[in-house]
């Protein structure tokens, strides 16, 4: 009778073991795809996206407001690089993320508000945004694939 009390417990204590070893390797990647998230927004608040590509994964799509703007290179070179030019300042608030792992790959949400400043007349853009991300984990390191993104007036 000990012999199985003995075992039961052992069983016991190895999948709690492995539930937790489990759930710490979630929060890390949670952690990792937040840092992913946040440097590409940090960068559009710095007005300056130098580096930002190895955020994105080659083969990347980025949707923004009902209009497929290709992989993230082609977004950049065509769309929000040039616009960045044209902002004094860009200021997240209110900002959330809600992220999903599911072992190399995670979901995200990110709810936020914005305001862009133009440099030509200061006027100020101010809009309610959300984005939703998909995100693989490639070779240790959380790379978006795709990203749909899209505001209104508040």
């Known amino acids: 009778m000990k012999s199985k009390s ?3 417990l052992l069983t016991s204590i190895l ?3 492995y539930a937790f070893s489990f759930a710490q ?4 990647d949670k952690a990792a795809v937040i840092q992913t998230l946040d440097g590409y927004k940090k960068a559009l608040e710095r007005l300056d996206v130098k580096g930002t590509e190895k955020l994105f994964t080659e083969n990347s799509v980025i949707i923004e407001s009902g209009s497929v703007e ?9 769309h929000i690089g040039p616009e960045l030019g044209d902002f004094k300042s860009f200021q997240f608030e209110n ?7 599911t072992g190399n790959y995670a979901f995200a949400m990110e709810t936020y508000n ?10 100020e853009i101010k809009r309610k945004g959300v ?3 998909f995100l ?3 070779n240790g390191v959380w790379k978006i694939v795709n990203m749909h993104n899209s505001s209104r007036k508040p």
């Open 15 to 17: 999948v709690l073991a």
């Open 136 to 138: 693989k984990k490639e």
């Open 70 to 78: 290709g992989t993230y290179l082609q977004y950049l070179d065509h």
């Open 95 to 101: 900002y959330k993320v809600d992220v999903t792992v």
């Open 25 to 28: 390797a979630d929060a890390g």
């Open 131 to 133: 984005a939703t991300s």
């Open 114 to 123: 914005y305001t862009i400043v133009l440099k030509k007349d200061n006027a």
């Open 6 to 8: 003995i075992g039961s």
